[in-house]
């Protein structure tokens, strides 16, 4: 599906008409001078100066809100050495959802609980402030292996052959909005009220350090996440994680890539990187259908897919419409806490695009590789 109203730099994948608010927020960006090229993914969603599902590509100027402030957010699948049908009954969904409260809380770890240190990766990574070295030691090192809230989920899921795989979504935790935060009242306002740096310049070089430092720490967080379930699996089921079947991506980055036999700077918000055969994971809502992919590489897109469905309501506006009966019948055939079902309704199936619709009209970006259905959805609240 085309949109004839984009602005010239604008190349757009679409599985509905755009909003007029989201059409509008696009073309704003695409005028400002140092934009080379943009890709909408079909999840688009409107969101605060940059809408979700964007990629974008500039000379020399990073835009944060191009990337967000869960900078790193991604997604991590692994095969478990089961089917679906040892979780597929009351007793052992409600051990699963009992361990996983324990294992990988949503907020932060009891400190008795939390790691002694970080892993060598982050402790071998500088960041630019030490206001910033203090909130890694503190809220990093408590954080590390926890969930957050919102769209972040732990999914156990079954592929065609009924084998049973391990699906999250999580990301930066509080390290990304923290950098973000702190970044951003250093910065500058263009004329649409978007901060940017030259990638050389001071400001510029201490966000890409802080920013390569929330991508490091959100695969951190993925990693030691599965550990923990891994862990919960093997001591009450004897199932263990096939760790060779690992896929590991993320969707909330800047990075200098090469386009058009140029050197960029691409960012992406909500959006996977899709090259020639780089393999991925796109989830639909809690209710329906993921995918395991590998890019095709399509240039015009700057190599990127969707990174979802993408909402169809906002969160107020699912919170209106959306009833708990309504969702408790979305997902009647998943495994979830129905005590808390109240506070789910944002995140209700109906709330997103249907996720068919989203992969046909991606299918020059990527390649479906597996498809695989809900048994048992857990979420923070």
């Known amino acids: 599906m085309k949109d004839s109203d984009l602005h010239e730099k604008i190349q757009a994948w679409l599985s509905e008409p755009l909003p007029g608010e989201v059409r509008a927020s696009l073309n704003r960006l695409a005028t400002h001078?140092?934009?080379?090229?943009?890709?909408?993914?079909?999840?688009?969603?409107?969101?605060?100066?940059?809408?979700?599902?964007?990629v974008m590509a500039t000379a020399t100027q990073i835009f944060p809100a191009a990337i967000g402030g869960d900078i790193g957010c991604g997604m991590l699948a692994v095969a478990l050495t089961a089917d679906a049908d040892r979780i597929n009954n009351p007793l052992a969904a409600a051990k699963i959802l009992s361990g996983?409260?324990?294992?990988?809380?949503?907020?932060?770890?009891?400190?008795?609980?939390?790691?002694?240190?970080?892993?060598?990766?982050?402790?071998?990574?500088?960041?630019?402030?030490?206001?910033?070295?203090?909130?890694?030691?503190?809220?990093?090192?408590?954080?590390?292996?926890?969930?957050?809230?919102?769209?972040h989920f732990v999914e156990f899921q079954a592929d065609p052959e009924n084998r049973l795989w391990l699906m999250l979504h999580s990301g930066s935790r509080g390290m990304g909005q923290a950098i973000t935060a702190h970044h951003l009242a250093t910065g500058a306002c263009s004329s649409h009220e978007t901060v940017t740096w030259a990638?050389?310049?001071?400001?510029?070089?201490?966000?890409?350090?802080d920013m390569r430092w929330a991508v490091a720490y959100a695969r951190q967080n993925r990693l030691a996440m599965v550990t923990a379930i891994g862990r919960l699996l093997q001591e009450e089921f004897a199932i263990d994680l096939q760790l060779n079947t690992l896929i590991h991506c993320d969707h909330n980055h800047v990075r200098q890539e090469t386009h058009f036999g140029r050197e960029l700077w691409v960012h992406r918000k909500g959006a996977l990187p899709a090259t020639a055969g780089e393999r991925g994971v796109i989830p639909g809502s809690m209710g329906t259908r993921s995918f395991h992919v590998l890019g095709r590489g399509c240039a015009e897109a700057l190599q990127s897919s969707s990174h979802g469905a993408g909402r169809a309501l906002s969160r107020h506006d699912a919170r209106q419409v959306i009833g708990q009966k309504k969702l408790e019948r979305e997902m009647r055939d998943v495994w979830i806490d129905r005590r808390r079902m109240g506070k789910f309704r944002e995140e209700a199936p109906s709330a997103y695009k249907e996720i068919g619709r989203v992969m046909r009209a991606q299918r020059a970006l990527t390649r479906i590789e597996r498809e695989l259905r809900p048994v048992l959805c857990y979420k923070g609240t």
């Open 33 to 54: 001078d140092d934009v080379r090229y943009m890709a909408v993914m079909p999840d688009v969603h409107l969101a605060r100066h940059v809408c979700v599902g964007t």
């Open 100 to 151: 996983l409260y324990e294992c990988v809380p949503a907020g932060r770890h009891r400190r008795s609980h939390a790691v002694a240190a970080l892993p060598e990766e982050l402790s071998n990574l500088p960041l630019s402030h030490p206001r910033l070295e203090t909130f890694s030691r503190r809220d990093g090192r408590v954080q590390l292996g926890t969930l957050g809230r919102g769209n």
């Open 199 to 209: 990638a050389e310049s001071r400001n510029g070089a201490a966000y890409l350090t």
